[in-house]
């Protein structure tokens, strides 16, 4: 099924976690990997594909936010504690926060560091500011304490999934993999 019922998440939704997962986890790497690599093509090459995951995952985040909005998430299991429920609500939110600002404060460091760049070699992307090489600095620096608070929000958020799962016992990882409910 497509759409989300009230125990389960649908195809769609479930299509869009993973992708968004497998990307941004790429993104660190490719980051990481294009700031550390000696100057040379390569080097380059890193920075392109760092860039254009990046906005692959901001356009996408804009498709998952409006169909999160069209299709209200399962309901969360009964034994789970208003202070679990509210840690859930707000570990969400902020994820959703952070993969839209993080990869925008990458578009205007781009932007303010003057580089022009295509989208996988194709479509130029717009500058959103002057160059400014201040503001670049800044921004750098935005960038990666965002991408660590990211990281960071990630470790809870799998450790919350796998407690879920192997403390709890519950449905909520195996309605997020499969849309299905634990059986047995
Ligand atoms: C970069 C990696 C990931 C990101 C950005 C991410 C982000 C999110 C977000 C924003 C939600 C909330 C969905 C909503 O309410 O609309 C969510 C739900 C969920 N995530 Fe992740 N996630 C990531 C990786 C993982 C991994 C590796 C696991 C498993 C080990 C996982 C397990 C889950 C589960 C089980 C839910 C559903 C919670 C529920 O049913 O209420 N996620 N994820
Ligand atoms: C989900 C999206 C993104 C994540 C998780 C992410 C994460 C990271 C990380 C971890 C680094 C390495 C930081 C360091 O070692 O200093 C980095 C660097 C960088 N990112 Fe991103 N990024 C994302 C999106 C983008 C986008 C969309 C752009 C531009 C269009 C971008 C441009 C850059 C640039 C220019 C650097 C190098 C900064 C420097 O020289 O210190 N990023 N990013």
Known sequence: MLRNTERSWGAA??????????LVFAQFGLGWAAVVWPLSPTKLDLFVWHKSVGMLVLALMGVRIAWRLANPAP??????????????????????????????????????????FRIFWLVELPAVVAPDEALADVLKLVHLTLGMALGTLLVAHIGAALRHHFVLRDDVLVRMLTGMRRSG
Request: charged content about 10%; proline content about 6%; hydrophobic content about 60%.
């Open 75 to 116: 309901v969360f299991p009964e034994q789970m504690t208003q202070l679990e429920r509210g840690a859930a609500w707000v570990g969400h939110v902020l994820l959703y926060l952070l993969l839209i600002v993080l990869p925008a404060t990458g578009w205007i460091l781009n932007s303010a560091a003057g580089i022009p």
């Open 13 to 22: 939704a479930r299509l869009l976690h993973w992708l968004v997962a497998v």
